[in-house]
């Protein structure tokens, strides 16, 4: 394993609004404090989110990759930049996308 890793280690350069209105973005801490007490590097890290306005922003934003866990019917916009790489809309589908 390589050296131990701090949730300062998932900063970015970039505001990151993953949140907007929690000021202490809590859930943007709770991840990167998960990520590194488990040693998971961002770029190798998959974020599964419901909201491609703040999830996959956050986790763009971290270094991560994003998975959409779409609604039933949903698709995402075709202005959606950067394009969705993946969504699912059964978590039954991740092994697929990630095996």
């Known amino acids: 394993m390589s050296a131990q890793l701090a949730p300062k280690d998932y900063a970015s350069s970039q505001e990151v609004r993953w949140?907007?209105?929690c000021g202490d973005y809590a859930v943007l801490k709770s991840?990167?404090?998960?990520?590194?007490?488990?040693?998971?590097?961002p770029e190798k890290t998959v974020f599964v989110g419901d909201s491609l306005r703040r999830d996959r922003e956050g986790a763009r934003r971290t270094g991560m990759r994003f998975i959409w866990m779409a609604p039933q019917g949903a698709e995402a916009p075709a202005s959606a930049e950067p394009p969705v790489e993946h969504a699912v809309t059964d978590l039954r589908d991740l092994v697929k996308i990630l095996t």
């Open 19 to 21: 949140c907007p209105g």
């Open 31 to 41: 991840v990167t404090r998960a990520l590194a007490d488990v040693g998971a590097v």
